[in-house]
T-cell receptor, first 111, second 114 residues
Framework: GENVEQHPSTLSVQEGDSAVIKCTYSDSASNYFPWYKQELGKRPQLIIDIRSNVGEKKDQRIAVTLNKTAKHFSLHITETQPEDSAVYFC??????????FGSGTKLNVKP | GAVVSQHPSWVICKSGTSVKIECRSLDFQATTMFWYRQFPKQSLMLMATSNEGSKATYEQGVEKDKFLINHASLTLSTLTVTSAHPEDSSFYICSGPGANYGYTFGSGTRLTVV
């Protein structure tokens, strides 16, 4: 099955700085890559996603890039704010519509 | 947007008893839903795919006789943890199809087996 690896496991940045989280996947048939933000005790919330036919997508302070050849995709958060602090998960969807998640990155934005 | 309602949000049960978790799609019909388990400070692990009107398909290593899944209608999927043990304590969360390719999650169920 699909194997999704995510790095780093923890990330601390100063408020206003940028944060980058990287994921790799193994199944070249994966065609959709969402990113989720999960606050303690709550459900994951979709924050941005990208399809396999797109290289980059941006939504205000959040952007995602995808390199299909290298099978990796990244989440970029600019001008970080304390409320961005949470655990972020990447995921890859295989053609069977199953999602496989990365191990998560705990982002801490220091005021 | 697509809404998935899951309950209970938390449950405490005695070891050896069974617990049923429900997942309902409120504004869409779902032929497929997914069940995940999340241990503290870990990622979501796909347990099984719930298929409306047919048997669920389980990921490798997941005991189908322990985690019974029923998808009797297009809006309801249930997960029953049978003969629960403390090691089954976890956060269980379901997911259904949302807009476009996206999937939306239920609010999750915190199961504690004592």
């Amino acid at each position: 099955g699909e194997n999704v690896e995510q790095h780093p496991s923890t990330l601390s940045v100063q408020e206003g700085d940028s944060a980058v989280i990287k994921c790799t996947y193994s199944d070249s048939a994966s065609n959709y890559f969402p990113w989720y933000k999960q606050e303690l005790g709550k459900r994951p919330q979709l924050i941005i996603d990208i399809r396999s036919n797109v290289g980059e997508k941006k939504d205000q302070r959040i952007a995602v890039t995808l390199n299909k050849t290298a099978k990796h995709f990244s989440l970029h958060i600019t001008e970080t704010q304390p409320e961005d602090s949470a655990v972020y998960f990447c995921a890859a969807r295989v053609p069977a519509n199953k999602f496989y998640f990365g191990s998560g990155t705990k982002l801490n934005v220091k005021p | 947007g697509a809404v998935v309602s899951q309950h209970p949000s938390w449950v405490i049960c005695k070891s050896g008893t069974s617990v049923k978790i429900e997942c309902r799609s409120l504004d869409f019909q779902a032929t497929t839903m997914f069940w995940y388990r999340q241990f503290p400070k870990q990622s979501l692990m796909l347990m099984a795919t719930s298929n409306e009107g047919s048997k669920a398909t389980y990921e490798q290593g997941v005991e189908k006789d322990k985690f019974l899944i029923n998808h009797a209608s297009l809006t309801l999927s249930t997960l029953t943890v049978t003969s629960a043990h403390p090691e089954d304590s976890s956060f269980y969360i379901c997911s259904g199809p949302g807009a476009n390719y996206g999937y939306t999650f239920g609010s999750g169920t915190r199961l504690t087996v004592v």
